[in-house]
Nanobody, 121 residues
Framework: QVQLVESGGGLVQAGDSLRLSCAASGRISRYAMGWFRQAPGKDREFVATITWSGGSTSYADSVKGRFTISRDNAKNTMYLEMNSLKPEDTAVYYC???????????????WGQGTQVTVSS
């Protein structure tokens, strides 16, 4: 069993940066992990994913070149570095863990409660 807790969200202006963290209660080294987000009135959408080793990453086109996913298995923590934030990045951001690094939401077994990111114009 893995419990995930996100932190680092907040209110920022367009062009600013934020770093989200996802701390796990159990060992995450055996799991692929991902970041997803959900804006009001919209479905949860894929943001980024990383393999268990951190050797491979994948990003949504909307964040490619601006966001960086990383992990530190020794600290049981995953990160999302977000640069050049835009108002359309406003959403609740969730971290997730599962057997494969995939963009498919239902393939992840464990989810955090989310952290709000609000980007003002």
């Amino acid at each position: 069993q893995v419990q995930l807790v996100e932190s680092g969200g907040g209110l920022v202006q367009a062009g600013d940066s934020l770093r989200l963290s996802c701390a796990a209660s159990g060992r995450i080294s055996r799991y692929a992990m991902g970041w997803f987000r959900q804006a009001p009135g919209k479905d949860r959408e894929f943001v980024a994913t990383i393999t268990w080793s951190g050797g491979s990453t994948s990003y949504a086109d909307s964040v490619k070149g601006r966001f960086t996913i990383s992990r530190d298995n020794a600290k049981n923590t995953m990160y999302l570095e977000m640069n050049s934030l835009k108002p359309e990045d406003t959403a609740v951001y969730y971290c997730a863990a599962g057997p494969r690094a995939t963009i498919v939401t239902r393939m992840y077994d464990y989810w955090g409660q989310g952290t709000q990111v609000t980007v003002s114009s």
